[in-house]
T-cell receptor
Framework: DARVTQTPRHKVTEMGQEVTMRCQPI?????VFWYRQTMMQGLELLAY????????DSGMPKDRFSAEMPDATLATLKIQPSEPRDSAVYFC???????????????FGPGTRLTVL | DQQVKQNSPSLSVQEGRISILNCDYT??????FLWYKKYPAEGPTFLIS?????DKNEDGRFTVFLNKSAKHLSLHIVPSQPGDSAVYFC?????????FGQGTELSVKP
């Protein structure tokens, strides 16, 4: 039963601390997405990677957020320093990019619920 | 600039009746559309999609309709079941990226 996994599931931290969220995409998927869900904005795309290369991170606050894929089985999203307004659920999703450039169905992980006090 | 909008934050339907969830979009360059379903404490799961060259796609109790001239799509669930109670997101694809609506919380009452 292939699925996207995310750790940690919950994180409570204090303002100013560094937060790292991890995602393991489905084996064989070559596209990874990071989303943030808030009450105000709904589901918003922060960044995405294809074949481990960042394709678009225009949705991400550059001064404090960074996203990487150290290898094909791990994607990370880091916030440094964290702020209370970063409190949200962060989802990772993976998919398979087709030769047309179109990405097949995205499969979401269970999310990391972040609370910054 | 909200390119994909779900104007109804919630919908309540009686079991056995039809549920109709609506979604509007502004960008005519979107090439396909999807519906995702989300239960509490879980990630969204894919439900059904439709290419922009079609106007209808059906999968069991779920049918998605696309009206390109109105830039509107809808998801019909018939008959609705209590297990369908969840938040439904519509999404539009552009260049491999999905842009999501705000979601509509569907409650199906027995």
């Amino acid at each position: 039963d292939a699925r996207v996994t995310q750790t940690p599931r919950h994180k409570v931290t204090e303002m100013g601390q560094e937060v790292t969220m991890r995602c393991q995409p489905i084996l064989g998927h070559n596209t990874v997405f990071w989303y943030r869900q808030t009450m105000m904005q709904g589901l918003e795309l922060l960044a995405y990677f294809r074949n481990r290369a960042p394709l678009d991170d225009s949705g991400m606050p550059k001064d404090r957020f960074s996203a990487e894929m150290p290898d094909a089985t791990l994607a990370t999203l880091k916030i440094q320093p964290s702020e209370p307004r970063d409190s949200a659920v962060y989802f990772c999703a993976s998919g398979l990019a087709l030769t047309s450039g179109h990405t097949d169905t995205q499969y979401f992980g269970p999310g990391t619920r972040l609370t910054v006090l | 600039d909200q390119q994909v909008k779900q104007n109804s934050p919630s919908l309540s339907v009686q079991e056995g009746r039809i549920s109709i969830l609506n979604c509007d979009y502004t960008n005519s360059m979107f090439d396909y559309f999807l519906w995702y379903k989300k239960y509490p404490a879980e990630g969204p799961t894919f439900l059904i999609s439709i290419s922009s060259i079609k106007d209808k796609n059906e999968d069991g109790r779920f049918t998605v309709f696309l009206n390109k001239s109105a830039k509107h799509l809808s998801l019909h669930i018939v008959p609705s079941q209590p297990g369908d109670s969840a938040v439904y997101f519509c999404a539009a694809n552009k260049g491999g990226k999905l842009i999501f609506g705000q979601g509509t919380e569907l409650s199906v009452k027995p």
